[in-house]
């Protein structure tokens, strides 16, 4: 057996129908449903973040640019970030909690808004300062609280099952209507929450901890790895063996480390406005925009080599392809050529993205590109999308070596497979044209 049949067994045997179950997973699918919803306000958040913090200082461009800063006030640029990017773990929460309500045929909203609750005691409860009266201290209502949000937003749904499953609920008259008899099987839970979140907080209180720090504590070794080279390098390997086997890899792969992701998305933003150096490099756009131009497997190159293949399946093909694939959309590319499970492809499909995502952290590590700071729709054409990320212009240079990168690389299986369409082709026509043929043939004897 091949290494190609070992590796292509290995993956649908053993990888696929674990990945299968991964993505159908109720509480997986919650968080990525939950952080999904969130999007939109991270997208817009973060995209005010890099209008607030020009690039450069020099310039005709730039210094406009500060002036029209000046004119609006950098505190009224930053108040929706402030509200979108910087408490999107309370939208998570809810989203998360929707999602695992939907899933256990609870009151959706009901249990978004318990577990909303839930959360803001556990990680912003409210302080008194002087002549302001209450506050919240928004320090982990952002990338901070991500795994304090996806904890309240998978356990108080478990919790209101459980309760609803024992029966321990309120129980009002028939004549109550549904939706305030509802209402009223909430105040059980918060009580609750109420004394188990106090409780929790007031131990950790004494070792100079809250909820939300203590789970950052626990988490600091993952959030450490997950922000290393041999972590980008088994996530694009693991999304491109998923892909390849017809399963969404990105989707898979995705749900699981986009927490992790977004916390290091946080922890850059916070330096930005602290005017620190930006400490993490593995954000979602060094993938979106970088390593993967065109979409999984980065194949906007290989769509333009298609564009000039003499095979008129190919060429096809790249024509149909080539606007979606600017967009970053590249599922008529994957399926129509097809590259899933296409012995041809597998070493590009691997290979390329590999290289790019060397490059590309090298790029960051060497500080010829600054690290991510933004987070621009994933459907962005790749070079405005990295320039937009990263508020660096040298941006849109990686990504032009990464798609010139991926070209090299597919151009060679491309031949291969050009070559055998090719050959069908002729074999087609001359099923079809028997007599041209033969008279074909009799001129070159007589010649």
Known sequence: MSVFDKTMHFVENVVAPVAGKISAQKHITAVKDGFVSAMPFLIVGSLLLVLAFPPSDSGFFFEGWHNLINLLGSDNILAPFQVSMGIFAVYATFGIAFSMAEAYKLRPMNTGMLAMFAFILAAAPMVSVADVGGVLPAAYLGGSGAFTAILCGLLVPEMQRLLIKYNIRIKMPDAVPPKISASFDLLIPIVFISIIVVSINGVLAGHDLQIPSAIMELFKPLVV???????????????????????????????????????????????????????????????????????????????????????????????????????????????????????????????????????????????????????????????????????????????????????????????????????????????????????????????
């Open 225 to 447: 790895a997950s922000d290393s080279y041999i972590a980008a390098l088994l996530a694009v390997l693991l999304i491109q063996l998923l892909w390849f086997s017809g399963i969404h890899g990105g989707s898979v792969v995705g749900g699981i480390i986009a927490p992790m992701l977004l916390v290091n998305l946080g922890l850059n933003q916070e330096a930005l406005a602290a005017g620190e150096p930006l400490p993490k490099i593995f954000v979602n756009p060094l993938v979106d925009f970088f390593v993967f131009v065109g979409g999984a497997g980065g194949t906007f190159g290989l769509v333009l080599l298609m564009m000039r293949s003499k095979a008129a399946q190919l060429k096809t093909i790249g024509k149909m392809s080539v606007i979606p694939g600017a967009f970053n959309i590249n599922e008529p590319v994957i399926f129509g050529t097809p590259i899933v499970m296409n012995p041809v492809y597998f070493i590009p499909w691997i290979v390329a993205p590999f290289i790019n995502t060397s490059i590309v952290w090298m790029a960051f590590k060497t500080e010829m590109v600054s690290r991510i700071i933004a987070l621009p729709p994933w459907t962005m054409p790749a070079p405005i999308g990295a320039v937009m990320a990263t508020n660096s212009i040298t941006a849109a240079l990686v990504v032009l070596i990464c798609l010139t990168v991926s070209m090299v690389v597919f151009y060679p299986f491309l031949k291969v497979h050009e070559k055998q369409l090719l050959a069908e082709e002729k074999a087609m026509a001359e099923a079809a044209n028997p007599t041209h043929t033969n008279e074909e043939e009799l001129n070159e004897c007589r010649n």
